[in-house]
């Protein structure tokens, strides 16, 4: 029996992280060789005619799987029914903005979307914020549609995830597929902490392989950090093919499962969390997923270090939904 379309949105479509996300959701590789899918598309007036020369191009891939292509400027008409939300779109950061002014723009943004969900969308909808300041982004969100459950709201530490696994995977000088369970605690900014006390290469304690403290809590740490802040020096413009690839994965490992043994990193709404964070923060934990649910890894230890580095991405957390939420 033909399963029926999901229906899913990708907000911010036009720019360069929907053109590399869309194929992906179109084509199958995000929700499976056998699901039919509803695609929506979201952006801003003057990305009107981008968007509509990328339903030309869906159009001309002859996607098997793609049943409609519908796109515009109305969250209202393009949540209706939805059941998966891509929070792509977002006010990007320019020269000379403060963190705070940042915020205050997206604040905006996700809380018209936020409304939107609530009036128009299933209470069953989920939704992964990728838009900068994700984890806030993302807390936003959570608070205006507040009839979709709190779990069903996650924020993209995906890529920061990958991001540590390809850099323990080129100092080990083994294939990726040899790294497993590196641990992305907290925001998805220059606090984040890539946390590899629990990782594994080649099925022993990556602290054990790469024997150097130095770099892990060095270069190691820095290097994923500003990984962000790297491409765009290089190439002049913000990681898209990445960021793509990791929201891909995120959802594929949270709609699908994780492997047995395997977590993998999610930016999640930190209520009833079993290590004592703030409960009302949306904080990237390690997770296990299975039947498009998550559970977050309970007993992982943290050294003095660790404690450090976790309280630092926490109030930064914290001063960001102060600044967003005035709480």
Known sequence: MEKKPLVVCVTGAAGQIGYSLVPLVASGDVFGPDQPIELRMLDIEFMLESLKGLAMELEDCAYPLLTSVKYGTDPKELFKDLDVGLFVGGFPRKQGMERKDLISKNCNIFKE????????????TKCLVVANPANTNCLILSNYASKIPKENFSCLTRLDHNRAIAQLAAKAKVDISKVKNPIIWGNHSSTQYPDVNSATINGKPA???????????????????????????????????SAAKAVRDH???????????????????????????????????????????????????????????IEETQKELQDERKDALGA
């Open 113 to 124: 979307q936020g409304t939107a969900l609530n009036e128009v969308a299933k209470a069953t």
């Open 251 to 309: 959802i594929r490992s949270w709609y699908f499962g994780t492997k047995e043994g395997e977590w993998v990193s999610m930016g999640v709404i930190s209520k009833g969390n079993p290590y004592g964070i703030d409960e009302n923060l949306c904080f990237s934990f390690p997770c296990t997923c299975k039947d498009f649910k998550y559970t977050i890894v309970s007993g992982i230890k943290w050294d003095e270090f660790s404690k450090g580095k």
């Open 207 to 241: 602290k054990e392989v790469i024997n150097d403290e130095k770099y892990l809590h060095g270069e190691f740490m820095s290097t994923v950090q500003k990984r962000g802040a790297a491409i765009i020096a290089a190439r002049k413009s913000s990681s898209a093919l």
